[in-house]
């Protein structure tokens, strides 16, 4: 067990509709990733946050917006739904100072009607 | 683009083999590399980093990096049957910075009793 914790575990949801997605980091860990894994394929980096704001984005369209607390937990935003956003939705927590070692936490699988 | 490239294998094992997981990078300036575990239904399990070139051992796993030939390797000594999962291979993001990690599509390994 990592110390990542993420809700909920199970979703699903109808194409056109929004999705909140919410992860709490590590204790110590003050930056949040997030990535998606289609089936059959690696995990895809979407964004980072650090001290609450956007630290960089990955090739995925702005209807994917996320948010960090001051305490360091997370928040990703799904807007207009589609079917291929079906994927597990996993979040990592690091911190800045011990070279970046990312830790995973359960993952969210989201499935899209 | 920044890319990782994995046998997608699949690649069995008996009991007590040395399973070896290969991995090429397309990045020459990537300097740190990851080995994730991931078993079916379950999140990426952080297994070795490896920053310089050269060995680096833990436990029955020992994991490789040749930046001159842009390659990354893990070995698994003695392989047991619960170490049957899919194994993601993971290199950075933009600027040698470990905040975006680029994942390959893994390989699966299966350890034959």
């Known amino acids: 067990e990592t110390g990542v914790t993420q809700s909920p575990t199970h979703l699903i949801k109808t194409r056109g509709q929004q999705v909140t997605l919410r992860c709490s980091s590590q204790s110590g860990h003050n930056t949040v990733s997030w990535y998606q894994q289609a089936l059959g394929q690696g995990p895809q980096f979407i964004f980072q946050y650090y001290r609450e704001e956007e630290n960089g984005r990955g090739n995925f369209p702005p209807r994917f917006s996320g948010l960090q607390f001051p305490n360091y937990s997370s928040e990703l935003n799904v807007n207009a739904l589609e079917l291929d956003d079906s994927a597990l939705y996993l979040c990592a927590s690091s911190a800045r100072d011990t070279q970046e070692t990312q830790y995973f936490g359960p993952g969210t699988r989201l499935l899209v009607l | 683009q920044k890319e990782v490239e994995q046998n997608s294998g699949p690649l069995s094992v008996p009991e007590g083999a040395i399973a070896s997981l290969n991995c090429t990078y397309s990045?020459?300036?990537?300097?740190?590399f990851f080995w994730y575990r991931q078993y079916s239904g379950k999140s990426p399990e952080l297994i070795m980093f490896?920053?310089?070139?050269g060995d680096k051992e833990d436990g029955r796993f020992t994991a490789q990096l040749n930046k001159a030939s842009q390659y990354v390797s893990l070995l698994i000594r003695d392989s047991q049957p619960s170490d049957s999962a899919t194994y993601l291979c993971?290199?950075?993001?933009?600027?040698?910075?470990?905040?975006?990690?680029?994942f390959g599509k893994g390989t699966l390994l299966t350890v034959n009793p």
């Open positions: 993971a290199g950075p993001g933009s600027g040698g910075s470990n905040y975006k990690l680029t």
């Open positions: 490896i920053y310089s070139n």
């Open positions: 990045d020459r300036g990537s300097q740190s």
